[in-house]
């Protein structure tokens, strides 16, 4: 899989960070395999209203309350973000370019993985992880899933 499925990417990316990443993806992201391509302003804000379209909101809150263990509430929690565009987790989806989520546990601490998933750039100020403006409780739970 050489490109991240899209179905979510405008809940992982503004309307701002969209438009400049399709205006010239490698000013974003140098290196990175995603072509230029000649779209105008229209035709980029086009896209991303289709991208609108596909993506799912993220109901946190009935995910939060609708039972189950602290892990079990993080592992629908990673399903509904599709932290697998990028991600591989035990096993599923993924992109060779990212971290694999299975063994992170033994790479980092908790604590240090809640700092990350509250505000990845502060931590690694260049770095292409998506700020998801996770709630404390939504990053507890992933964590624990992280680490059952
Ligand atoms: C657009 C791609 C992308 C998505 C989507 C994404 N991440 Fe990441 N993530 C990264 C990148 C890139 C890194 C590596 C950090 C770096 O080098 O900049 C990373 C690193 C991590 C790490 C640290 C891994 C390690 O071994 O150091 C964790 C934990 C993590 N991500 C969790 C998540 C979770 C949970 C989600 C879903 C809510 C998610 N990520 C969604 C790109 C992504």
Same mark, same amino acid.
């Given at each position: 899989? /050489?490109?991240?499925?899209? @179905? &979510? /990417?405008?809940?992982?990316? %503004?309307?701002?960070w ?12 140098? =290196? ?5 391509? #000649?779209?105008?302003? =229209?035709?980029?804000?086009?896209l991303?209203?289709?991208? !609108? &379209?596909? #993506? *799912? ?9 609708g039972?189950?263990? &602290? #892990?079990?509430? =993080?592992?629908?929690? /990673?399903? +509904? ?5 990028? !991600? ?5 989806? =993924? $992109? +060779?370019?990212?971290?694999?989520? %299975?063994?992170?546990?033994?790479? $980092? ?8 998933? #509250?505000?990845?750039? *502060?931590?690694?100020? &260049?770095?292409?992880?998506? @700020?998801? !403006?996770?709630?404390? +409780?939504?990053i ?7 680490? $059952?």
């Open positions: 899989m /050489v490109g991240p499925n899209l @179905n &979510q /990417v405008t809940i992982r990316r %503004t309307d701002d969209l438009m400049n990443w399709l205006e010239d993806p490698s000013a974003v992201k140098p =290196g990175t395999l995603m072509p230029k391509f #000649a779209w105008t302003e =229209g035709d980029r804000e086009a991303i209203a289709f991208l !609108h &379209q596909l #993506a *799912k909101p993220v109901d946190k809150d009935n995910l939060l309350k039972g189950g263990s &602290q #892990a079990e509430i =993080g592992e629908k929690l /990673v399903k +509904a973000y599709q932290c697998f565009a990028c !991600h591989a987790i035990a096993g599923e989806a =993924g $992109r +060779a370019l990212y971290p694999d989520l %299975t063994t992170v546990k033994q790479r $980092r601490d908790p604590d240090w993985e809640k700092s990350w998933l #509250a505000d990845p750039a *502060k931590l690694k100020p &260049q770095t292409f992880m998506p @700020n998801f !403006h996770l709630s404390p +409780a939504e507890d739970a992933i964590v624990s899933y992280l680490y $059952r």
